[in-house]
């Protein structure tokens, strides 16, 4: 069988999208697929240059002024002229909209991920509204979506009527043991309790309301330590307020790390407080690494979080919920560590980056195999 060659396309650099990506490449069958990359800072990706047929450094400004628009259109339709791939993977918004439109009158089958839908994010009602305009119309622009959770499936209905072209893969997180180094006791080499969250430092996640909830647990218990696992915009402003609360020997920020599980393994608690989700990595990972969770109940979060089952959800904003629930976890044991190995068996019966791939790539394949 003729290899498939699929040229994927990403505006964002870090977070849960190149993560994405970067697993779709070391888990895709060589022997079936080639696989090209469009996206901006590529030597985030070196590691993964030996599963890449060709890449491209692209950095788009994510706007939408109609000349820059059109600039970024005509590069990324030059590229798609020179590879001429059987399918284009496009990886959220802005690259869903420049794609589809640079795909017009091609022969390439196009694919949409949006990674959570734009109009999930916090903007007012005019600017989801206009969201909401621009997916629908680019629909018809597009074969097939994947939906990540079963929470984007279900928006998809907002954004097409042609529910064919909808396919539910839930993200997949690889499960890995033994790989674990002392990054935190090198941070904090006492004993005290240690509660974490992973993620990009940008306004979704509310670490602002984790320093808030860090302040809280302090007041009651000052054998706790806290550590944020990523890097972002934020940083600074995030920085300035752990100092200015007088944290800054009890929270701290590691920046950008190449293997997150070194820190999530050592934490007694796994937090995330996001507004918006698509279908939460960082929640799999803790899941993976059988951590005691404590998140916001979100789309993207409780497609993998029962509240009380595989961990514990709060309403998104609430801080006396978040301090009480972080406390029931930390004061019984026996019901932290049943949620903790009930969160594991679910990721890697539901959730495993092997079952994600292998949906993938039979959808791939059934797409080729017909006319577009």
């Known amino acids: 069988m003729k290899k498939i060659s699929i040229l994927h396309f990403s505006q964002v650099s870090g977070g849960g999208v190149e993560k994405y990506i970067k697993l779709?490449?070391?888990?895709?069958?060589?022997?079936?697929?080639?696989?090209?990359?469009?996206?901006?800072?590529?030597?985030?990706?070196?590691?993964?240059?030996?599963?890449?047929?060709?890449?491209?450094?692209?950095?788009?400004?994510?706007?939408?002024?109609?000349?820059?628009?059109?600039?970024?259109?005509?590069?990324?339709?030059?590229?798609?002229k020179k590879i001429n791939p059987d399918i284009v993977y496009l990886h959220s918004t802005f690259a869903g909209v420049v794609g589809r439109i640079a795909s017009i009158g091609l022969p390439t089958k196009v694919v949409y991920n949006p990674h959570g839908w734009s109009f999930k994010m916090d903007n007012s009602y005019l600017k989801k509204l206009i969201f909401k305009l621009i997916e629908f119309s680019l629909s018809f622009l597009t074969d097939k979506f994947i939906l990540i959770s079963e929470s984007e499936y279900i928006l998809a209905n907002h954004i097409s009527f042609n529910k064919s072209k909808f396919s539910l893969i839930n993200n997949g997180v690889e499960v890995i043991t033994g790989d674990s180094r002392n990054e935190i006791e090198e941070i904090f080499p006492n004993e005290d309790?240690?509660?974490?969250?992973?993620?990009?430092?940008?306004?979704?996640?509310?670490?602002?309301?984790?320093?808030?909830?860090a302040k809280k647990i302090l007041q009651i218990r000052n054998d706790?330590?806290?550590?944020?696992?990523?890097?972002?915009e934020l940083r600074s402003e995030i920085e300035r307020m752990i100092l200015d609360n007088g944290l800054g020997d009890k929270i701290y920020i590691t920046g950008w790390v190449d293997n997150p599980r070194n820190y999530i393994e050592k934490f007694d608690q796994a937090i995330l407080f996001s507004r918006w989700e698509g279908l939460s990595l960082t929640i799999a990972e803790y899941m993976s690494q059988k951590k005691t969770i404590l998140a916001t109940n979100i789309g993207g979060i409780n497609d993998l979080i029962t509240d009380g089952e595989t961990g514990m959800l709060i309403e998104v904003g609430d801080l006396n919920s978040a301090v009480s629930?972080?406390?029931?976890?930390?004061?019984?044991?026996?019901?932290?560590?049943?949620?903790?190995?009930?969160?594991?068996?679910?990721?890697?019966?539901?959730?495993?980056?092997?079952?994600?791939?292998?949906?993938?790539?039979?959808?791939?394949?059934?797409?080729?195999?017909?006319?577009?």
Not at 224 to 232: L, P, S
């Open 325 to 372: 629930k972080s406390f029931e976890l930390r004061n019984n044991k026996e019901v932290s560590n049943q949620l903790a190995n009930n969160a594991y068996n679910k990721v890697v019966e539901q959730f495993s980056i092997e079952k994600q791939m292998a949906e993938i790539e039979s959808l791939f394949i059934e797409m080729c195999n017909n006319e577009k």
């Open 193 to 213: 309790f240690i509660i974490g969250m992973v993620g990009r430092l940008s306004p979704p996640k509310e670490f602002f309301f984790f320093i808030d909830f």
């Open 24 to 80: 779709f490449l070391k888990y895709s069958d060589v022997t079936k697929f080639n696989n090209y990359l469009v996206a901006p800072n590529l030597e985030n990706y070196d590691e993964f240059n030996g599963y890449l047929k060709m890449s491209v450094n692209f950095n788009m400004e994510q706007t939408f002024s109609p000349l820059k628009i059109f600039k970024n259109v005509f590069f990324i339709r030059s590229v798609l």
């Open 224 to 232: 706790t330590n806290f550590i944020i696992v990523g890097d972002g």
